[in-house]
């Protein structure tokens, strides 16, 4: 094994101050997100959701953000994942953005729900066919016995569905990420991380704080 204990990246970024934050973190989320786009990090919208169900284990992978504007952060999933599960049992979550090219990650913690079908139709006819079939095969999370079987259902799938459009699967969906709590880290020298968190107020204005890193 490596010597894993030497592995150590000193962070160089300028820092994150009080100043240049947004009051809206909304807002800020945006800004960040646009300088992971523009510094072509990979799938910069990929995020690990946490979720705990009943039992009281928590449970993380990884997502794609697909939307997200001031009423929260949508992904698509299988509505009976262990995840969907999970959610079921908890609407708790939460979303850790790793951008670290950018020395950079994003906390948030909120209430989930689903979107209305009528949303994730929507975004279901937009998806290229082979992602809708797959949508169909796949009883996610659940334990198959091999590939070929995932295989020769999809290509049942696609004689099924050779004319015309793909139907919307019921099972399947967008869930929405309400926010109540964001965390923005910035690397910092010697260890030093700039971290600030926004707070939401009764008022529904921001509490901004910074935190020891
Ligand atoms: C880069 C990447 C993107 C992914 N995007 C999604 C996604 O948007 N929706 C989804 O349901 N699973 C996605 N997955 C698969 C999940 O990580 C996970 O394996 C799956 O959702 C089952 O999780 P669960 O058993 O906890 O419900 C992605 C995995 C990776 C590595």
Sequence with gaps: MPDLSKMRQEYVSKGLHKEDLEINPFKQFEKWFNQA????????NAFTLSTVGLDLKPSQRTVLLKMY????????????????????ENPNVSAHFAWLGLER?????????????????K???SRPKGSQLGAWVSHQSQ???????LESKFDEMRKK??????????FWGGYQIVPTYFEFWQGGLNRLHDRFIYELKDDET??????EP
């Design 206 to 211: 921001w509490d901004i704080n910074r935190l």
């Design 143 to 149: 334990v198959v016995n091999s590939r070929s079987v």
């Design 123 to 125: 975004y279901f006819l």
């Design 161 to 170: 569905f050779s004319k015309g459009e793909i139907p919307f699967p019921s």
């Design 69 to 88: 504007d001031e009423k929260g952060f949508v992904f698509f999933s299988n509505y009976k994942s262990k995840k969907s599960h999970h959610i079921d």
């Design 37 to 44: 786009l523009e510094a072509e990090l990979i799938e910069p």
């Design 105 to 121: 990650q994003v906390r948030i913690e909120g209430k989930i729900s689903k979107i209305s079908k009528t949303a994730s139709m």
